[in-house]
T-cell receptor
């Protein structure tokens, strides 16, 4: 099993550009999450989904959008990139408290 | 104040030493995770605890629900254990979405 796959691994964006961070899982997990990790801070939840067609905001949703059209995919969209969105982004999935799996992360720099 | 506090923030040890990393939380939880992140790398789940103690190889995790405290121990530490260790809790919020609240992490460096 591949687990949770994130693409791209690295990206540099200019202010105002848009992009989509891709996340796919092959474990048939219902729950999926997007977190951001800033230096010296704990991971913060951006958005989460409890199943296909259902999404909800986390702690820091501003500037982001998500969709969940299938169980496998949970893309994160940045519409107007800002320097404050420079961070490392992690996608994760779970089916129960025991089965939390993280992707390898996307390092995004906005200049 | 963070709901999840880890100590120490940084820890340097010599190979072979016994390591302890602590995690305290201020809210009711249903589960606690210990995670490992190597520099520039992804995040790997080490343990999930809701009570008692778990052991995997040289790693031991304990939790005391009454005291709202967990510890991660590493016996016979090795340079390959150098990583950031993160404590995360599932807060009792009445939901079933398994969202986690994270500590800031402990950077462990084990020197040969």
């Amino acid at each position: 099993n591949a687990g949770v796959t994130q693409t791209p691994k690295f990206r540099i964006l200019k202010i105002g550009q848009s992009m989509t961070l891709q996340c796919t899982q092959d474990m048939n997990h219902n729950y999926m999450y997007w977190y951001r990790q800033d230096p010296g801070m704990g991971l913060k939840l951006i958005y989460y989904s409890v199943g296909a067609g259902i999404t909800d905001k986390g702690e820091v949703p501003n500037g982001y959008n998500v969709s969940r059209s299938t169980t496998e995919d949970f893309p994160l969209r940045l519409e107007l990139a800002a320097p404050s969105q420079t961070s490392v982004y992690f996608c994760a999935s779970s089916q129960n408290p025991n089965g939390y799996t993280f992707g390898s992360g996307t390092r995004l720099t906005v200049v | 104040k963070n709901e999840v506090e880890q100590s120490p923030q940084n820890l340097t040890a010599q190979e072979g030493e016994f390591i302890t990393i602590n995690c305290s939380y201020s809210v009711g939880i249903s589960a606690l995770h210990w995670l490992q992140q190597h520099p520039g790398g992804g995040i790997v789940s080490l343990f999930m605890l809701s009570s008692g103690k778990k052991k995997h190889g040289r790693l031991i995790a304990t939790i005391n629900i009454q005291e709202k405290h967990s510890s991660l121990h590493i016996t016979a530490s090795h340079p390959r254990d150098s990583a950031v260790y993160i404590c995360a809790v599932k807060v009792n919020s009445g939901g079933s979405n398994y969202k986690l609240t994270f500590g800031k992490g402990t950077l462990l460096t084990v020197n040969p």
